[in-house]
């Protein structure tokens, strides 16, 4: 019996031993869940999380972000985020209002710590001097495309890391290390993109959505005519040809559309009037080329100075 006890109690004990080791090698913390609304927010959550985060993204570069349904598997996602990163300004107000009642989920609700919009945290352009839903898809808050702009990146990242870092304080110092290491990067290709971007200065430009004015205000370039009648309103071919008459005397160099809109308007207007079609990645994603936020960039200028004449 003494034996057979013996035997027992170092089975147990290397059970024990073979627990606690196994308690040791793993995470002292599961990694911060992180639901994104824009492929965008989500590279950027990634970039300054690393393995700190789980994220997942509510919509793909192909898909409308002002039009996506609440489907179960998304709210069963947002029901268990720890942390929601949205635009904000009204952009997924027809459908984040919904995900957001349906998951339950407390820690995300607007005005928590959870809920961040990355819109709070930037200058805003097309800001309406007054609302009128006859005008289209007008938001209040401005423009809400505020990703085409690196400057903005960059903002939205200081202020993320700060978000990051007050819902999971334990790693607060990572945060701001990878936050740091970001903005190092950053600023250093916004150097290179500033200097090749230089020939598109002044360029007179058309598109088919106003999803550009940050990318235009941060290259200097010029919005001579929109294809849609009204902002979220499909053009009419009454209104392509309008604009096709308008352009004989502002000529434009292009026309750029997103990765996720219907070509054919542009390339309507590239063939009548003779003008480079460009489809922009618009977010990660949108292109091969556009595998991060970095590429996002990249791309976005190659397409631009090829449609111009100038080199990538």
Known sequence: MSLHRSSMNRKCLAALGAALLAAFCLPAQAALR???CEPEWGALAQELGGPLVEV???????QDPHQ???????????RNADLLVCTG??????WLPVLLAHSGNARVQAGQSGNFAAADYVRKLDVPTRLDRAQGDVHAAGNPHIQTDPRNIALVA???AARLAQIDPPHAADYAQRQADFSRRWQQAMTRWEAQAAPLKGLAVVSQHKAFVYLYDWLGMQEVAVLEPKPGVEPTAAHLQAVQTALKSMPAR????????????SEWLSRNVGLAAVKVPFTVGGTEAAKDLFGLFDDTLARLLAAAGGQP
């Open 34 to 36: 992180v639901l994104a």
């Open 56 to 62: 997942s993204v509510a919509t793909s570069a192909l």
């Open 89 to 94: 300004a009204e952009l997924e107000i027809g």
């Open 68 to 78: 996506i349904q609440a489907k179960p598997s998304l709210i069963a996602r947002a």
């Open 254 to 265: 292009m026309v750029l559309y997103a990765a996720y809109q219907d070509a054919r308007p």
């Open 158 to 160: 200081v202020a993320l």
